[in-house]
């Protein structure tokens, strides 16, 4: 009797497609394949049970899934990075889309940065016309937070030939709030803006449960 083609994530995704699998079998043709008594589906299964389920395997660096029975160097790495390759084909910017206001900012950004466990900073080179003519990631910290100079958000700025500028980061914690220090860095890179003659549009905080504008939090 041949398998269950259930059973064989690739000859299933090969037939039918991505759409008609399962997070388990997708994860098991990134593993591409199993060990001594346990098939690619079957570790699959244990590793996301093992780590809290998709959205928390999603989240993890290569570093962590080593520690897990079954996942070496290479495997980890696969994970990681499919993982990666999918938040940033989600957040590709297609043509050149306009961004009226700070949700236009959170829906364009969220998939690239509400599920990540460290902060992110990205700066969006504005149009005149408010379309996002080019973006970068200009900082990378830890859970609570990101160093970032202003010299770096303009110099990019100035080299996409921007009109304006949007400066967005993420809160790993889940809260969108703007800290003390997230206000502070919002009235310097203002007042850079105003300086270079480059203006910073807003800054938009991305968080799992939302978004806020700091501008607007500034304001009120």
């Known amino acids: 009797m041949s398998p269950d083609p259930a059973e064989r994530p690739r000859e299933r995704l ?5 759409e008609a699998m399962s997070a388990d079998q997708l994860v098991a043709v ?16 244990r590793i996301l049970a093992e780590v809290g ?25 696969r994970l990681e990075a499919a993982f990666a390759l999918g938040r940033r ?14 949700e236009d900012v959170y829906q364009l950004m969220q998939p690239l940065v509400a599920g990540l466990a460290h902060e992110s900073f990205w700066v969006l080179a504005l149009s005149v016309k408010n379309q996002v003519l080019e973006r ?3 900082g990378r910290g830890s859970l609570t ?13 100035i080299t ?14 889940g809260d969108p709030n703007p800290s003390p220090e997230d206000l502070e860095l919002t009235h310097r ?8 003659g480059v203006p910073l549009v807003d800054h938009v905080i991305v968080a799992a449960h939302g978004f806020r504008s700091v501008m607007a939090v500034g304001e009120s």
């Open 14 to 18: 090969a037939v039918h497609g991505p």
């Open 136 to 138: 970068r990631e200009i």
């Open 53 to 77: 389920g998709l959205s928390r395997l999603s989240r993890a660096r290569a570093g962590e899934l080593c520690a897990l029975r079954g996942l070496g160097p290479a495997r980890a790495t």
């Open 145 to 157: 937070g990101v160093d970032v100079h202003p010299r770096e958000v303009f110099r990019f700025l």
């Open 189 to 196: 890179l203002r007042a850079c803006g105003q300086l270079v």
């Open 30 to 45: 990134v593993l591409g394949c199993g060990q001594a008594g346990e098939s690619a589906l079957e570790l699959a299964r």
């Open 89 to 102: 084909a989600l957040g590709a910017v297609s043509a050149h889309p306009t961004v009226a206001g700070a």
């Open 160 to 173: 996409a030939r921007a009109a304006a500028g949007v400066v967005v980061h993420n809160h790993p914690s």
